[in-house]
């Protein structure tokens, strides 16, 4: 009888650290979150992307209204598998050029 209940409280003590360390053993990193709200914050987060200082699957989520005219010196995001969330906001003027090489057929 008393290795019955040593066997119950042992089982009930393991089903109990179970419990309390599941969220913090088997939760999901979250990636994480860039808060963008100018030209500069943009061209900042994505320059720290691009580089590796920032992971590609960094959110990033704009807190404001951006105008890009006249803005210069940035690179488009590489490789990004984040989630961009416009949060009802909106970029304007936003071009890119891009040059091709034709003089190898």
Known sequence: MKKLISLVLATVMLASLVLVMAPFVFAE???EVQKVGSA?????V???INGGTLDASTN???TDDIDLTGVTGWKPL???SGTF?????????LTHKVT???TNH
């Open 78 to 80: 590489k490789n990004y």
């Open 85 to 93: 969330d416009g949060a009802g906001h909106t970029i304007k003027n």
């Open 100 to 102: 091709i090489d034709n």
């Open 40 to 44: 500069e914050d943009l061209k900042e």
């Open 46 to 48: 994505i320059a720290k």
């Open 60 to 62: 990033i989520t704009l």
């Open 29 to 31: 990193e979250t990636p």
